[in-house]
């Protein structure tokens, strides 16, 4: 089964919603797995909302009918209706049982929604994905998020293929069966939606743990995945119980169940899955070693483990009432993960990995035509919802929610919350009733920000009055239009500010006859305030938006002295950052217009500084030296060049590289390559981190020998963060040594699903022109597969989304080889193509050249007969059609 050439919908409005008419209070499934076809008996007790008299209706995909009755009684074909995807059975009534068989084909199913088969049909194993309207392609139900049953699953297999047998909720029995078959059933004892449904079935190997939750209970963690990589699911493991162990004592939230089964799988859509005692992980946020995983993915992988944890409360205990909802789960989960990431490593750092994550996918979404609010008034194809303004801006607001009410108010808020809406579906008015009626604030006005699309953009302007010692700092915002919403109304804006003295000291700030220490904040909800700060003895520099406490775009006039100043003097890691960003973004814009050095002179001068001074964490250091991304600066330009950037991005490395010295550069990444191990501690990635930013920065001044070093690294590397740096370095100027480094990497991990993704990817990032020939010629090596998410992203997502100046060519050859593919996918797996599609947003602000062949590129797209209407979306709203 494909979901290729589904017809376009009429779109969906959160205008139109209503209670459900038809709901299920429990539901019964039995489930005959097999590969090529499994056969679902469900029986559904069924309950109506006298108020809305209108026959029973409900959704089914891709299902083979085989039988059905009603309380009891076989229907002939003329007691039901089964058409354009909708069971229709009249003679129901309150209380009325409905049960249906049905027979679908999960070997055939190559969208991975639904029931499907992961690996090979020798050795792979059965697994579904509900989220969001996946049950309708397993059996017929009214696949809402608000008709929450209790569950009861009984599964059936032959044993010596499918010895493991798994669904959620607790275990309910299990037994043998005739034929070399068995059997095992599974009871959930809390209502949850359809979405959350969830079965496993094959050859599968477990680690496990016994763990006490802090009331008490004693529950069972495992982890499941195929047997030669259950070694690397210990990492995981001990991130589950972390994340348990940080929302008891964070947020009182306890696990509920018996046993909490997570498994691994190579063929996702998703990053993970929070189904109700059995999450389903993507392999690669779940399998982790020294040998295969980066730094930074380990941190992932912590990080993904505890956002699907954290879901068996924000998202499974308290769901949402519809998908327009959708950022209730997700982006309240996401900040949840964040805090807890945070907890876990280094709060500066998480925060500035967060805001980077933030302007290289939403800013761009939000400012193109793909642009729609937190919480969309319209969609046609749900699964073009999980976007980073749902996930990643919807965590902002939550945050600036949090920052609002601070720690302890936050708390409180979250505690009513649960209490209210425990084994319901809310609303986001629910989420902020509950945090507001906890606080004894009105926090409505903070719902502006989930309708409307766009990001603000916050205008500083300070004035200092030398004769009254006042600053006074003028605060104004405006939104651009974005797609379908013209007109824009002011939103609360919450800035938290210092103010430092031309030394480099904090000031006490007085506001308006208070006292408010050195750090303040101020709420800005008109298009334009006036704040006065008293006795304040000097011109004084601001520090705006600390901990970026709002997500809009700061623009204020600074010098290229003031912001050396933050860079140098700023206690808030997040604001020292950002001043950097802001220094080498006034630098990046003289060497564009070849005008005035003093700002890259400023931004050298001070990081030359700073790398001189050992008391600075590494970690910190390696992105204070790391200049914007080539997106984020596209995103400031009316009209793009990407190969242009590429450039000037460059050139502006090499003067902090000359400012440096080969000399400095080449003893501290000796000291940092003889003293770093493979220790997973917070100081040893930091000093791997930036021996990698030196070593790329070594490559700018003195090539020969940066290669030669990361050739050597490359062979003595004893863990991925170190081997896949080097081979990064190598790689991407094209070194000598690349050939042979890329020939052992590909030999070493031929085995290894998620090392062969990052070869991929790799390569699929070298700049310029030639990236295309390589792109194409990977598509011949015999593990490349479209069929697969990760290794189609690996390729094709790294190519489009993260190599502007090689994806955005001229000659257009870019934009037509992604386009083919994405036909060529849409026909496999609809959402992994429209996602992959996305690439194409903001495809307007190229410049002319390759605008003209963007748009000939998507045009010749949309005209492609049976296109999903997944990617028919995508592709109509990129085009404004």
């Known amino acids: 089964m494909t979901l290729a050439n589904k017809p376009t919908s009429s779109p969906i409005r959160l205008r139109d919603y209503r209670h459900p008419a038809w709901s299920v209070d429990s539901v019964e499934l039995d489930v005959d797995l097999g590969i090529d076809t499994t056969e679902i008996t469900s029986r559904l007790t069924l309950r109506q909302d006298i108020a809305q008299a209108l026959p029973l209706r409900l959704d089914g995909e891709g299902l083979e009918l085989l039988a059905i009755s009603l309380d009891g009684r076989s229907l002939d074909a003329t007691q039901y209706r089964h058409e354009h995807n909708v069971l229709e059975v009249p003679g129901a009534r309150d209380g009325s049982v409905l049960e249906t068989r049905v027979r679908i084909r999960p070997a055939a199913n190559t969208a991975l929604e639904g029931l499907y088969l992961s690996g090979p049909r020798e050795t792979g194993f059965l697994l579904t994905q509900c989220e969001a309207e996946g049950f309708r392609h397993i059996t017929f139900f009214p696949d809402r998020p608000d008709v929450l049953a209790r569950y009861t699953v009984t599964l059936r297999a032959d044993r010596e293929r499918f010895p493991v047998l798994l669904a959620g909720g607790n275990p309910d029995g299990a037994g043998e069966l005739a034929d070399g078959r068995h059997w095992a059933r599974f009871i959930d004892p809390h209502p949850r939606p359809c979405y959350l449904f969830a079965l496993v079935a094959g050859q599968l190997d477990s680690i496990r743990r016994d763990y006490v939750t802090a009331e008490g209970r004693k529950i069972t963690l495992v982890m499941w995945s195929e047997a030669h990589v259950i070694d690397r699911c210990h990492y995981a493991l001990d991130a589950l119980e972390r994340s348990m162990r940080w929302d008891e004592r964070s947020y009182g939230r306890n696990y509920d169940l018996d046993v909490f089964h997570v498994v691994a799988t190579h063929d996702f859509n998703m990053g993970a899955m929070e189904n109700k005692g059995l999450n389903i992980f993507n392999a690669k946020y779940l399998l982790a070693n020294p040998d295969s995983t980066t730094d930074e993915e380990y941190r992932a992988v912590e990080a993904v483990v505890a956002h699907e944890y954290f879901h068996n409360w924000t998202g499974n205990r308290v769901t949402c009432r519809d998908w327009f909802q959708l950022s209730l789960k997700e982006g309240l989960t996401v900040f949840r993960e964040q805090q807890f990431s945070a907890e876990m490593n280094s709060p500066s750092l998480k925060r500035i990995e967060d805001v980077s994550l933030l302007r290289r996918t939403q800013f761009p979404e939000d400012a193109g035509p793909l642009a729609h609010p937190v919480r969309p008034a319209e969609y046609r194809e749900i699964n073009n919802f999980y976007t980073a303004t749902v996930y990643e801006k919807g965590s902002e607001l939550v945050r600036m929610l949090a920052g609002r009410l601070g720690q302890d108010g936050f708390r409180r808020g979250m505690d009513l919350y649960f209490e209210r809406h425990d084994g319901n579906a809310a609303t986001l008015e629910d989420f902020l009733a509950a945090l507001g009626d906890a606080n004894h604030i009105d926090l409505m006005p903070y719902l502006a920000w989930y309708a409307q699309s766009g990001t603000p953009r916050l205008h500083a302007k300070g004035e200092y009055d030398p004769a009254r010692h006042e600053y006074a700092l003028t605060l104004s915002q405006q939104t651009r239009a974005t797609p379908r919403q013209s007109e824009k109304i002011p939103l609360p804006i919450p800035v938290k500010l210092s103010l430092f003295d031309h030394s480099g000291q904090m000031l006490a700030l007085h506001l308006d006859g208070h006292h408010a220490g050195t750090e303040t904040v101020v709420v800005a909800d008109k298009a334009s305030q006036r704040f006065v700060f008293h006795d304040v003895p000097s011109p004084p520099v601001p520090s705006l938006l600390r901990g970026f406490s709002a997500p809009v775009v700061l623009e204020c006039h600074y010098t290229p002295a003031e912001l050396a100043l933050l860079l140098t003097h700023d206690a808030d890691g997040f604001n020292r950052w950002e001043a950097s960003q802001q220094l080498a973004t006034l630098a990046f814009d003289t060497l564009q217009d070849a005008t ?286």
């Open 596 to 881: 005035d050095s003093s700002a890259c002179k400023a931004w050298c001068d001070a990081l030359a500084a700073l790398f001189e001074n050992p008391g600075i964490d590494d970690a910190l250091l390696a992105d204070l030296m790391t200049p914007p991304g080539e997106i984020e600066f596209a995103d400031r330009q009316s009209e793009v060049d990407p190969a242009k950037i590429h450039a000037l991005r460059r050139n502006l490395e090499h003067h902090l590289a000359r400012r440096l010295g080969v000399s400095a550069l080449l003893d501290r990444y000796q000291a940092l390559h003889a003293d770093v191990g493979q220790q997973l501690d917070a100081a040893s990635q930091a000093k791997r981190r930036l021996k990698r930013r030196v070593l790329e920065l070594l490559a700018l001044v003195d090539t020969d020998q940066a290669h030669t070093l990361a050739a050597r690294q490359y062979s003595s590397a004893t863990g991925m963060t170190d081997r896949l740096a080097a081979l990064g370095v190598l790689v991407r100027a094209r070194a000598p040594q690349a050939p042979a480094a890329l020939a052992d990497f590909r030999q070493r991990y031929a085995d290894n699903p998620l090392a062969l993704d990052k070869w991929f990817a790799e390569q699929a990032k070298v700049p310029g022109d030639d990236a295309l020939a390589g792109v194409m010629a990977l598509e011949s090596d015999p593990a490349f597969t479209l069929k697969n998410p990760n290794r189609a992203r690996a390729l094709f997502g790294s190519f489009a989304s993260a190599n502007p100046s090689g994806f955005h060519r001229t000659d257009g050859a870019g934009y037509r080889l992604l386009a083919e593919r994405l036909a060529q996918l849409d026909a496999l797996n609809p959402q992994i193509a429209a996602r992959l599609a996305t690439a194409f947003n903001g495809w307007q602000r190229l410049e002319s050249v390759r605008r003209e062949a963007a748009r000939a590129a998507l045009e010749k797209l949309a005209r492609h007969e049976g296109l999903s209407r997944n990617l028919n979306e995508i592709i109509g709203n990129v085009l404004q059609r």
